[in-house]
Structures are given as structure tokens and as C-alpha cells.
T-cell receptor, first 112, second 109 residues
Framework: EAQVTQNPRYLITVTGKKLTVTCSQN?????MSWYRQDPGLGLRQIYY???????DKGDVPEGYKVSRKEKRNFPLILESPSPNQTSLYFC???????????FGPGTRLTVL | EDKVVQSPLSLVVHEGDTVTLNCSYE??????LLWYKQEKKAPTFLFML????IEKKSGRLSSILDKKELFSILNITATQTGDSAVYLC?????????FGKGTKLTVNP
């Protein structure tokens, strides 16, 4: 089954404790991205990657890091999480041939 | 700066009504306009539009793109309570997919 998976789905952590949210897709898509979704602000892109070893900042990259060492994986790293990073995070991968973007199930992160 | 604006932000209707959701966009190197439905989980894909004036249909939902006016609409006929959701519009450029803030549709029985 074609899908985007994320882990963990829910996470409560404390300020300053490094964390990684994993993302994996099995559709061989070149393009992957991370979004955060907040009430009233909609979906905002954090980082995107157009291919292996190619990453670029989205609209809200501060406080986040990503890496793309393999095509299928695109982890999101919060080196020193802060409460303003409490949000719902979505990973997505995009099929260039159809321009369709598929979302992972989401990770609800709470930073205390 | 790329932007996508949706209207209205929220809408409450009764079952059986027809609704029209609006999306205007300004996206650099525009490739496509996408519509998603989001309930209490991840957005699910509805339509992708690239050509002006060609309507896409799926059951009671349909959508059309006007590339001259930089505008798209999503129509839902004979609404049902299961149509209650946030509908997201996104403009696809050569690199980014820019999302609007969504229209929250509530269909009352």
C-alpha cells in the first residue's frame, strides 16, 4: 500500500530535550516536505527536499533541522524544542508526474 | 510572496444544500491547484487541476480552475453531514506547495 508513515504519532516532551520525528514513504517520490499546522494559521511549510541530499527552507524553518540521506526517509529534528513548537506536524511526499501530494498521519507534539 | 486565499473561512449549511468554496492564488511558476479535505486527521486528496476551464468531478464534488483570474472553486451538491470538514486549497509551484487557511464546512442534519 502506498503510504507516508510518521513516528511517533504523539509526543510530550520538555523544553530543550532534543527529539526526532521520523518520516518514511514507499512511493519512490523525490519530493518530500514537513509542515506544521496551527489553529488560525493553517498549514505552513517548514522544510522541503527535492531529492537526496537536497533540502531547502520553507516558510517557518527556525528551530528545525532536516536531513535527506535516502530517498524514502526525511526526518525532522528539533535540537532544542521550545513551547512555541507545540503543534501538529505533517510529513508529505509529492509525485511530480501527477503533482499530487500525500500526507502522513500527523504527529501531535507538545513541548512543556 | 506566494499566497493562497480561501473564502469563506467558515460556512454552516443544512443537508441537501449546495455550497461553493473559493480559492484565489498567486504562486510563482504555477503548476497546479490542489484541493484537500481534512477531517480530524491528515488532509486527503480530492482534486488536482492544471488546465483552465476543465471541470473535474467526483460524485457530488466538482472543481474548476480559471488560470486567467487565478481562481478556483470547489462545489459540493446535495451536501451530507459527512461532508463536514475543513477544505484546503493549495497552489503548486515548481518547488513549493502553498496552502490556504482552509474553509471549515459544517453540514447540519
Amino acid at each position: 500500500e502506498a503510504q507516508v508513515t510518521q513516528n511517533p504519532r504523539y509526543l510530550i516532551t520538555v523544553t530543550g530535550k532534543k527529539l526526532t520525528v521520523t518520516c518514511s514513504q514507499n512511493m519512490n517520490h523525490e519530493y518530500m516536505s514537513w509542515y506544521r499546522q496551527d489553529p488560525g494559521l493553517g498549514l505552513r511549510q517548514i522544510y522541503y527536499s527535492m531529492n537526496v541530499e537536497v533540502t531547502d527552507k520553507g516558510d517557518v524553518p527556525e528551530g528545525y533541522k532536516v536531513s535527506r540521506k535516502e530517498k524514502r526517509n526525511f526526518p525532522l529534528i528539533l535540537e532544542s524544542p521550545s513551547p512555541n513548537q507545540t503543534s501538529l506536524y505533517f510529513c508529505a511526499s509529492r509525485d511530480w508526474s501527477t503533482d499530487t501530494q500525500y500526507f502522513g498521519p500527523g504527529t501531535r507534539l507538545t513541548v512543556l | 510572496e506566494d499566497k493562497v486565499v480561501q473564502s469563506p473561512l467558515s460556512l454552516v449549511v443544512h443537508e441537501g444544500d449546495t455550497v461553493t468554496l473559493n480559492c484565489s492564488y498567486e504562486v510563482t511558476n504555477f503548476r497546479s491547484l490542489l484541493w484537500y479535505k481534512q477531517e480530524k486527521k491528515a488532509p486527503t486528496f480530492l482534486f488536482m487541476l492544471t488546465s483552465s476551464g476543465i471541470e473535474k468531478k467526483s460524485g457530488r464534488l466538482s472543481s474548476i480552475l480559471d488560470k486567467k483570474e487565478l481562481f478556483s472553486i470547489l462545489n459540493i451538491t446535495a451536501t451530507q453531514t459527512g461532508d463536514s470538514a475543513v477544505y484546503l486549497c493549495a497552489g503548486g509551484g515548481s518547488e513549493k506547495l502553498v496552502f490556504g487557511k482552509g474553509t471549515k464546512l459544517t453540514v447540519n442534519p
